[in-house]
Nanobody, 123 residues
Framework: QVQVVESGGGLVQPEGSLRLSCAAS????????MGWHRQTPGKQRELVAT???????NYGDAVKGRFTISRDNAKNTVYLEMNSLKPEDTAVYYC?????????????????WGQGTQVTVSS
């Protein structure tokens, strides 16, 4: 019904850069907020950044000034530009989208999550 797919993860050296992409597709009427969270083993999932359909952004304290979130509403796609990466940024990055859908004769609004993409910062 709705699929959220991330791409762009990988291995990067400290102080390097990486760009993640995430696209929502399927039975979509509209997408409200989209965002990124990350998780490492044994820790809770933490906020990285979110962006609304009007362009308002919010960042986690750990990434402010280094990461930039943006989106293309026409493509239901969100991007995360990550600069000055640190080893502590190593995590699985999950994309989420708050989607309004019409499926099987019913309207609904709920968050959808991707499967995650691994980002590893190491020399």
């Amino acid at each position: 019904q709705v699929q959220v797919v991330e791409s762009g993860g990988g291995l990067v050296q400290p102080e390097g850069s990486l760009r993640l992409s995430c696209a929502a597709s399927g039975s979509i009427i509209s997408v409200y907020a989209m965002g990124w969270h990350r998780q490492t083993p044994g820790k809770q999932r933490e906020l990285v950044a979110t962006i609304t359909n009007t362009g308002s952004t919010n960042y986690g304290d750990a990434v402010k000034g280094r990461f930039t979130i943006s989106r293309d509403n026409a493509k239901n796609t969100v991007y995360l530009e990550m600069n000055s990466l640190k080893p502590e940024d190593t995590a699985v990055y999950y994309c989420n989208a708050d989607v309004y859908t019409f499926y099987n004769g019913a309207y609904s609004s709920r968050p959808y999550w991707g499967q995650g993409t691994q980002v590893t910062v190491s020399s």
